[in-house]
């Protein structure tokens, strides 16, 4: 059974950086493919940003050039470095995993979300 935790969340200024991370617990078939997603209020989860276990990334275009994503295989934890960050980047962001990219698109593990709130 795989456990996502994430951490790092919080409330900053527009401009501001904020570093999330997700600690990952279980089988590491289970975390092949690690992405970041949100959630604004109101609005649908959408993908923010992805890492395979070569560390291949890919982003949304709305964060590419502010975000960056990495993971440490070794200790299973993921990381969402962001920078410039603006209000409309406000919402939960969740830590997902799969074992495969259908894995990870159609079910895949969720944590349990941390909250980003980034003031005008």
């Known amino acids: 059974q795989v456990q996502l935790v994430e951490s790092g969340g919080g409330l900053v200024q527009a401009g501001g950086s904020l570093n999330l991370s997700c600690a990952a617990s279980?089988?590491?078939?289970?975390?092949?493919?690690m992405g970041w997603y949100r959630q604004a209020p109101g609005k649908q989860r959408e993908l923010v940003a992805d890492i395979i276990q070569s560390g291949e990334s890919s982003y949304a275009d709305s964060v590419k050039g502010r975000f960056t994503i990495s993971r440490d295989n070794a200790k299973n934890t993921m990381f969402l470095r962001m920078h410039f960050l603006r209000p409309e980047d406000t919402g939960v962001y969740y830590c997902k995993s799969g074992s495969s990219w259908p894995d990870f698109y159609e079910k895949g593990h969720w944590g349990q979300g941390t909250l980003v709130t980034v003031s005008s």
């Open positions: 279980g089988s590491s078939v289970s975390l092949k493919v």
